[in-house]
Structures are given as structure tokens and as C-alpha cells.
């Protein structure tokens, strides 16, 4: 009996010195690609990021956004609650889309976390003007429930319609948001997140062949990743690729997958389906980072210099008035070349192609978040930061491709020539 516990004992102790030996390999290779990476000018915080297991996960994902039915004609995707730092009570704001010609009638009601919910006065705003669902199936609603004494911090929101049979009403689950009011500290816990609309997927998967699906996808992530951006924020999450879970993660890559089943044909309104996740992508970002962009998979972001530079686009806006929440970027239509491994390398754009606006947000100063209203904007120069959208070139313009690296200075052509050296690496 000795003999077999000594054996025993023998073949745990080869197995963990061959783990032991497996992990310091593994340790070294990473040692040696962190510095090839530091090799070619990349900050130490981010070599940080690389080598830390520890992960400080912020909740972008709790209460978890899904299309659920109000009724008959009615759905919700998320709800947020906004208490009234000035007088008692607050209100609760629901994204809500209905089908086109429905009538409106309903009440609401606010859950504490007691037994039952106390009753709010219900209002909506309609998010389409006159004429904009002409061509959709669908209007895009903004649903509030407001009361106005202090009962605490609620739970959920309930609508009901009182000629449904369902008599306990659709409740949604409330996330909380702070709007930072002027001389308020920030409440923000990161400065930059990227929101990634997959649910609009089918143009990249229109310019992208097969093979090259994958490797696109992730140089999307890593991309930003190198410029300082750690959390992506992607709607339409259940169709990212499994595979390239893992090799995110392996990076620290933070990647919050949303459902987004949306309820109505999409049709020709993909640009407004577009607007309703810009809507949820500048309320979730509130308290969480101090400035978020949405972006399609084919569209990459392209900043003066590293986020956490002192001289870089997210420093220089921040003396820029409060009330101004959208930054406007120039968007170059980056024709693809496809012998070109990585789409970085693509240097010519058709200045005749008309792309959608795309903007860099500040959630903590957008008060008119949950508002119809207009926003403030104002444009960002080249000089700063703007945005490549990469597509197939079937037909060139008039005026032929142009070069885009001529419109910029030297020390941003050597940002850029820097972290096209590290996604090489990385991917």
C-alpha cells in the first residue's frame, strides 16, 4: 500500500513541474511580446493592462437592455431612473418603439422594492417628427413616469394599458444615471467607451470577404484597444463570433455583449434603428465613461494621439462649454485594397462618397440625454481625431481617390505609423 501512495505521490509532484514549467514558457512569451511592444513606443499603462489578470468590471451590462412587448403594439428596450437633485422625486425614462398609427394610452407606476408600486404620471415624447416613420413600421417613443416625493432609489417601472388583458402591467428594470450639474464632481470611472452597433452588420459582412471576417473583426477591437479604450459596449452581442472571445479576453479586452432583437422590419430604416442605440449608448455611458462613440464594424476611430496623452482630442475638448455633448468627426470613405493584409494599410478614399455623421459623445454633460431636443455640437478638426469608414470602391467618383496621410501633420502620421506596428503585432 506505500508503495502505491510513494507512486502516487511521484505523479502529482512530474505533473505539477510540468504545469509549473508550461506556466513560466507561457510567462516568458508574454515577457518577450511586451517588449517588442514597448520596443516600438507603447505606454506603460496600457503594457499594464496587458499584464494584469485583475479586472475592474464596470456594469454596463445590469439590467440587462432586450426588446419586450408592451401590449399589442408597443416595446421597450431599457429604462433609466433620474432622481431630482433640486426638489423630491424623480422620473423614470423608458426607449420605446410602437407601430406606426398606434394609439397611445397608458399609465404607470414605480416599484421600490416593497410589495406594491406607487403610482407615477406617465407622459411620452415622440422621437420622430412629422413625416420621418413615413417609409417604417415603427415610431421611436421616449416613455417617462415621474413622481414627486423622495420614496428611495426604484427597482423597475410598470406600464399599464388599460385596455390590455395583462391588468399587472410590463415592467422594465431601472438603471440608475447621475447628470452631473455644473460645479457637480464628474462621475465617470473611465474616459473613453466604445459602442458597437452589430445589429446594422450587414454592410461589413457586404465589404468583407469570408476569411477575412474574422481577422477584421478583431482588428476593429484591437485597434482601439492600443489607442486606450478597454470597454466595448457591443449591441447585437449574440452574433460576435465565439472564437474570438477568448483571444479578447487574453488581452483584456472588456466586451459587453446587449441583445437587441429588434420587434419590426428594419427595412430602409436602418439609420434610425442606428439613432435608437445612440440613444441607449449615451444613457448607459453616464457615470461610467467620460466619453463614448458608436461605431458600425467597418468604421474606425483615429485620434491625434494615444486617449491618455496630455496633448490628445479627449484633453483638448475639456475646456470646451458643458453643453456641448457631440463632438462631429470627418468620416473618410476608406476604399479597401485587398491585398492589403491589415485595413490600416488602405491609404486612398473617394471624397464623393456621402457616409452617415458620427460623433464623439459626453454622456456626464448631455442633460438632453432623454430629450427630443437638439443636441449642441460642434465639429472636430483633422488635426484632432476623425474617422475611417472602410468599404469596396465599385465606383469611384469623378474627382478619383485622394490620399488621406496628406491631410495630416508629421507627429500624427507617426502616432498612426506606431500603432499600425502594434496591431501587426497583436494580431
Known sequence: ????????????????????????????????????????????????????????????????????????????????????????????????????????????????????????????????????????????????????????????????????????????????????????????????????????????????????????????????????VEDFIVYGGDDIPYTLRPILKRFNVRVHLLPFNFPFSSGNSSERIHNIIEMDCILRNINRASHSILLNANEFFYPNTHLDDENSVLRSIRDVDSGVTHFDLKPFAICKDQRHKYLIENTLYDPEVKTHSLSLYRPQDNTNAVSVEEPRRQDLTVSKAFVHRYMNCLHVGKDGLHDWRNLLREDFMQHLERLKEEIKLLI
Not at 90 to 107: M, Q
Not at 120 to 144: A, H, I
Not at 153 to 174: C, D, I, Q, R, W
Open 1 to 228: 500500500m506505500r508503495k502505491y501512495q510513494q507512486l502516487l505521490l511521484l505523479i502529482i509532484s512530474c505533473i505539477s513541474v510540468g504545469v509549473l514549467l508550461m506556466y513560466k514558457t507561457e510567462n516568458n512569451h508574454l515577457k518577450d511580446v511586451l517588449e517588442v511592444i514597448n520596443f516600438f513606443g507603447h505606454r506603460s499603462d496600457i503594457l499594464k493592462k496587458v499584464e494584469s489578470n485583475a479586472t475592474y468590471i464596470r456594469d454596463f451590462e445590469y439590467p440587462l437592455a432586450v426588446w419586450q412587448a408592451f401590449g399589442t403594439h408597443f416595446h421597450g428596450y431599457s429604462a433609466y431612473w433620474r432622481r431630482n437633485e433640486l426638489v423630491s422625486g424623480g422620473d423614470a425614462v423608458a426607449i420605446v418603439v410602437g407601430r406606426k398609427g398606434a394609439v397611445l394610452n397608458f399609465k404607470c407606476s414605480l416599484n421600490f422594492g416593497g410589495p406594491t408600486n406607487i403610482q407615477g404620471k406617465f407622459r411620452f415624447q415622440r422621437v420622430d417628427k412629422n413625416g420621418e416613420d413615413d417609409n417604417s413600421e415603427f415610431t421611436r417613443y421616449y416613455f417617462y413616469c415621474k413622481v414627486t416625493r423622495d420614496f428611495g432609489t426604484p427597482t423597475s417601472v410598470v406600464f399599464n394599458e388599460p385596455s390590455a388583458s395583462n391588468k399587472n402591467g410590463y415592467a422594465m428594470k431601472l438603471r440608475l444615471v447621475k447628470v452631473a450639474d455644473k460645479g457637480m464632481q464628474k462621475l465617470a470611472v473611465h474616459h473613453m467607451t466604445v459602442c458597437l452597433d452589430f445589429y446594422n452588420k450587414e454592410e461589413f459582412y457586404n465589404m468583407t470577404s469570408v476569411e477575412k471576417q474574422p481577422q477584421e473583426l478583431l482588428e476593429f477591437f484591437i485597434h482601439h484597444y492600443i489607442l486606450g
